[in-house]
T-cell receptor, first 112, second 113 residues
Framework: NAGVTQTPKFRVLKTGQSMTLLCAQD?????MYWYRQDPGMGLRLIHY???????AKGEVPDGYNVSRLKKQNFLLGLESAAPSQTSVYFC???????????FGSGTRLTVV | AQKITQTQPGMFVQEKEAVTLDCTYD???????LFWYKQPSSGEMIFLIY??????QNATEGRYSLNFQKARKSANLVISASQLGDSAMYFC??????????FGAGTTVTVRA
């Protein structure tokens, strides 16, 4: 099993450009999450989903949108990228309970 | 408000010695869980250990043990017999509703030969 796959792994954007980060899981997990990691701040939750067709805001949702049209995919969109969105983005999925978390390998995004 | 606090930005430890990483948390929910994750320089998040709020005994996983003091709201990680491969960033995290995780800022551990 591939687990959680994030696409792309690296990306450089210009301010104002848009892009979509894809997270795909093959474990039939209900829960999916998008986090961002900035130096000295740990991981912070952007948006999450508790099932197909559902999304909810996390701690730092501004500037991002998400969609979960299919159970296995969770998309994170940046409509108009800003330098403050330069970060490493992690997707995670969970089947429910404490031992079911799986993290992707991360996407390093730089906005110039 | 900060839910997870890790007060040690960085620590050095001699190979084969033990090291304790501090973590305090804040919640009013009687049911919660606490994790420790390791993030090596390659960037992946590696699960180390979990402690549920109702667990009677402190969790242990090989060389990792969690010193859970519920009244003090602390969940310190102890790594015994440190190895060079233990050099990494370590995050404490708390499980909340909908299985969301709230992370601390992390502690960088450097193991010296």
């Amino acid at each position: 099993n591939a687990g959680v796959t994030q696409t792309p792994k690296f990306r450089v954007l210009k301010t104002g450009q848009s892009m979509t980060l894809l997270c795909a899981q093959d474990m039939n997990h209900e829960y999916m999450y998008w986090y961002r990691q900035d130096p000295g701040m740990g991981l912070r939750l952007i948006h999450y989903s508790v099932g197909e067709g559902t999304t909810a805001k996390g701690e730092v949702p501004d500037g991002y949108n998400v969609s979960r049209l299919k159970k296995q995919n969770f998309l994170l969109g940046l409509e108009s990228a800003a330098p403050s969105q330069t970060s490493v983005y992690f997707c995670a999925s969970n089947r429910g309970g404490p031992y079911g978390y799986t993290f992707g390998s991360g996407t390093r995004l730089t906005v110039v | 408000a900060q839910k997870i606090t890790q007060t040690q930005p960085g620590m050095f430890v001699q190979e084969k010695e033990a090291v304790t990483l501090d973590c305090t948390y804040d919640t009013s929910d009687p049911s919660y869980g606490l994790f420790w994750y390791k993030q090596p320089s390659s960037g992946e998040m590696i699960f180390l250990i979990y402690q549920g709020s109702y667990d009677q005994q402190n969790a242990t996983e090989g060389r990792y043990s969690l010193n859970f003091q519920k009244a003090r709201k602390s969940a310190n990680l102890v790594i015994s017999a440190s190895q060079l491969g233990d050099s990494a960033m370590y995050f404490c995290a708390m499980r909340e509703e909908n299985d969301k995780l709230s992370f601390g800022a992390g502690t960088t551990v450097t193991v010296r030969a």
